[in-house]
């Protein structure tokens, strides 16, 4: 008898263990249900942006007859023969697309233009720069955008762009010919040339996203698109996906 009693409490607390540890597995997945958050997500975006700074490469083995112009928007540079250059720009002004692999991943394309204005007074011999004139940089690029937290509303990520700028410069603030220059490290070539083209390169250490459908966006990095960039992003409504994310 004792033994069919010990047999019935250690069946009744074999069931007893089991509904509680189900009761504490449903209430963990409860949990992990309730912070979570199922979001929609576009498969494509598209905005148009406006980035301080652009930074772009010299020409390809060349002396550009430009000083290597970096972060201002202005400058003034006179010298003690009396001649001078003055330039100034209002920015890049870039159209953008993008298209999203998953929530994470994200590639797409970015067409760009930066004009600089600039006054030159300048001589080479009898080969004079008496003028002003644009300087207009075009730059086609694809991009990689790595997302790295998101939630319904924010997302941050890094990215990077590759592609080429092509330049096209006024003939009155270029040589009529083109000069070379000899010098401790060699030839130096004056470049005179109204057009050329060079590798775009921009990488963006910091990205936020902010809203959804209509979206607030701004971006840190160094390249042609500029150093700070913010613009406004529109994703397409018919192409939403559904992701689930942290609250």
């Not at 019935?8 to 509680?20: E, M, N």
Request: proline share 3%; hydrophobic share 35%; net charge positive.
């Amino acid at each position: 008898m004792n033994k069919i009693k010990n047999m019935k409490k250690t069946i009744l607390i074999l069931v007893l263990t089991f509904i509680s540890l189900k009761l504490q597995a449903q209430t963990e997945q409860t949990e992990r249900i309730y912070n979570k958050i199922i979001v929609p997500m576009p498969r494509h975006e598209i905005g148009f942006s406006v980035g301080v700074s652009p930074i772009f490469f010299a020409p390809p083995s060349e002396l550009d007859i430009f000083p290597r112009y970096m972060f201002e928007h202005y400058s003034y540079r006179k010298y003690k023969d009396g001649s001078y250059e003055k330039m100034f720009h209002l920015g890049s002004y870039a159209i953008n697309y993008n298209y999203n692999i998953n929530s994470k991943r994200s590639i797409g394309a970015s067409l760009a233009w930066m004009g600089r204005h600039i006054e030159k007074y300048d001589w080479m011999g009898y080969d004079t720069i008496n003028g002003s004139g644009w300087m207009h940089n075009f730059t086609l690029v694809g991009n990689w955008r790595q997302t790295y937290y998101r939630n319904s509303k924010v997302s941050l990520y890094w990215g990077a762009y590759l592609g080429a700028t092509f330049c096209v410069r006024d003939k009155d603030i270029l040589y009529k010919e083109t000069h070379k220059i000899g010098g401790s490290t060699g030839t130096i070539v004056i470049n005179n040339a109204p057009s050329y083209s060079n590798v775009a390169l921009q990488i963006n250490v910091f990205g936020i996203n902010i809203g959804t459908k209509h979206i607030l966006n701004m971006e840190l990095g160094y390249g042609p698109l500029g150093i700070f960039r913010a613009g406004y992003k529109y994703e397409i409504k018919d192409s939403f996906q559904k992701i689930v994310i942290n609250r």
